[in-house]
């Protein structure tokens, strides 16, 4: 388990302190997949890299089954470090070096005889699916195979957990959504507990269990990700999550309804079909968004009632009624 206990971080430069952390509180349960989320500048970026004291932070602590990373001799810390393995955004791979030499890197400067190191490399190039480059250089891959490469590398030492920082952004939708299931089947068959830290909420909706929304230096918001996506208590995460009324058609129509579901068996029903027949009104579908969690959908859809009363003041009664969330869109 990862715990993060009043976290601070204040950056000194010429034109004075700049706090990037302030009293950051979390808890990272071992064997799940826990996103951070925020727009660039939040902070996000300097959390992950106190979780492995590559950035020191100047306030709180962060403690590791059970064991003060601030409080470490220099030699104890190292040790630790091993079992924590980090991923970026721009690979960080040895130029120099093949596929095979980036991946027994880590193992050779931890000790480990060459021929050890080799077999041990060969099986996670194999998990990552790249066994057959294994004499490629990275300038030979694409960014999703040198992505595969950070990944097996950072396995390389048998960690509990791995930290991806920005690990898909550099990526193309469909690299991206490959990689994102490569980790979600190392979470799965190697029990490793994964940190991801991403501005896009596709990532977390992806693979993420739980989620912490992160704005202007504090934790806004905590959750799981079906709780966080389907009732967003901040604003900042009501604008990572729910799309801006820019993104929704613009209509001289009725009023707007958003209509949310939240994973009750009735959302498995032809609700807008049922609506419009029982109430003999049409209206206009203006957004939707939906997504399966734990087997039930959750999600939100816009609708456009119709201009006369009558009929609008029917369908909101109609959706009360039959117990969907709604609330009127401004």
């Not at 604003?235 to 309804?257: C, F, M, V, Y």
Request: proline share 3%.
């Amino acid at each position: 388990m990862i715990e993060i206990r009043h976290l601070g971080k204040t950056f000194q430069t010429s034109a004075g302190d700049i706090v990037a952390l302030d009293d950051i509180n979390l808890t990272i349960a071992d064997g799940e997949i826990f996103g951070i989320i925020g727009l660039s500048g939040a902070g996000k970026s300097t959390l992950v890299r106190c979780i492995n004291l590559l950035e020191r932070p100047t306030a709180g602590d962060v403690i590791i089954n059970g064991k003060s990373m601030m409080s470490l001799p220099e030699k104890e810390l190292l040790q630790m470090r091993r079992s924590i393995g980090m991923i970026f955004q721009n690979f960080n791979l040895l130029e120099q070096r093949t596929v095979l030499g980036n991946v027994c890197f880590p193992l050779e400067i931890s000790g480990v005889g060459k021929k050890e190191a080799k077999a041990k490399a060969l099986e996670l190039l194999k998990i990552v699916g790249l066994e057959e480059r294994t004499r490629a250089y990275p300038s030979q891959l694409s960014g999703g195979q040198k992505q595969r490469v950070a990944i097996a590398r950072a396995l390389a030492t048998d960690p509990q957990y791995l930290l991806c920082d920005e690990a898909t952004s550099a990526l193309d939708p469909n690299t991206t959504r490959q990689i994102l299931d490569l980790l979600k089947s190392i979470n799965r068959d190697l029990g490793v507990t994964i940190i991801v830290i991403t501005h896009e909420m596709k990532v977390i909706d992806r693979i993420c269990d739980s989620v912490a929304v992160i704005d202007a230096s504090h934790i806004a918001e905590v959750g799981k990700v079906s709780e966080v996506f389907t009732a967003p208590k901040t604003q900042i995460a009501r604008d990572l999550i729910i799309p801006k009324e820019s993104n929704i058609i613009s209509t001289t129509g009725g009023r707007k309804l958003r209509l949310t579901f939240d994973g009750e068996e009735k959302t498995r029903e032809p609700l807008i079909s049922r609506m419009v027949l029982e109430c003999g009104a049409p209206v206009n579908i203006l957004f939707a968004d939906t997504r399966i969690y734990d087997n039930v959908v959750h999600g939100h859809m816009v609708i456009e009632l119709p201009n006369e009363l009558h009929e609008a003041e029917k369908i909101m009664y109609w959706l009360s009624s039959n117990n969907v969330k709604w609330k009127e869109e401004i």
